[in-house]
């Protein structure tokens, strides 16, 4: 359902907070019209407005718009949850290397909830079968290339531009920490990690369509860390550094 994109409205917001209230398949059903209009319209016109831009980072970006891949379900798999609710809470635009699958490698997103609208950029270790770009390419690069990253982390995450923090699964329980690790034990061992901005329902230009150029901006920023912490071609110095100009 293609859509022109004129950023995220508050019914894009108001959804969710209803579906909080009103999680159950009664509820979306009666309000599938305003999901596809105000989520996945939304979406939908986001996407085709990077995609030029998104291209030009990488031609092998994924821009199809096909659930699972450039979008999340909205539907949870409930079959082994303590929560039964049907429904997520969130919506997400994932940006990937269509040559890996979504989970496998670093990736840009843009993520709708009810209280918020984050852009950013995320890593996460594999949950089951073969090893991610973060166990093999990102934890060994992170002990070839410290400087270089060192380099990588002052000029695109610190200086308060973003939100960044790190999750590791510890005694049995997913644990968040906010920040960056500070010890090169916690780079080895993180399961992920978190680089992004937050925008508020009421941010300034949100709900306009120059929002798109914001995020494009925002994925450009982050594209090193994409590059950094799973590209394997044999230029990826080269990739990096045009990138980072």
Not at 53 to 68: C, D, I, R, S, Y
Not at 111 to 126: E, M, P, Q, R
Not at 151 to 168: K, P
Request: aromatic share 14%.
């Amino acid at each position: 359902m293609p859509a022109t994109f004129q950023g995220f409205q508050p019914d894009s917001f108001l959804f969710f907070e209803e579906l909080a209230r009103n999680n159950h398949k009664a509820w979306f059903d009666a309000n599938r019209a305003r999901y596809d209009q105000h989520v996945v319209g939304t979406f939908r016109g986001l996407l085709e407005a990077l995609t030029p831009a998104l291209l030009k980072l990488n031609p092998h970006f994924e821009v199809g718009g096909k659930t699972n891949g450039s979008f999340s379900r909205i539907n949870r798999d409930i079959r082994f949850a303590k929560d039964k609710s049907p429904y997520k809470s969130n919506f997400y635009l994932f940006v990937y290397d269509s040559r890996h699958n979504r989970g496998h490698a670093g990736r840009l997103y843009v993520g709708l909830s009810a209280d918020c609208l984050t852009v950013g950029f995320n890593i996460y270790a594999a949950w089951r079968g073969p090893k991610a770009a973060l166990e093999t390419v990102f934890r060994k690069r992170l002990e070839s290339e410290r400087k270089a990253f060192g380099t990588l982390l002052a000029r695109v995450v610190r200086g308060g531009r973003f939100e960044t923090y790190w999750h590791r699964e510890e005694k049995g329980d997913w644990a968040q920490h906010p920040g960056l690790p500070r010890r090169v034990e916690d780079w080895q061992t993180l399961q992920a990690w978190v680089v992004r901005r937050v925008f508020l329902p009421n941010a300034r230009g949100l709900a306009t369509a120059g929002f798109a150029t914001t995020v494009e901006g925002i994925f450009r920023d982050l594209y090193p860390l994409v590059i950094f912490t799973s590209a394997t071609t044999p230029k990826w110095h080269a990739e990096l550094k045009n990138a980072l100009r």
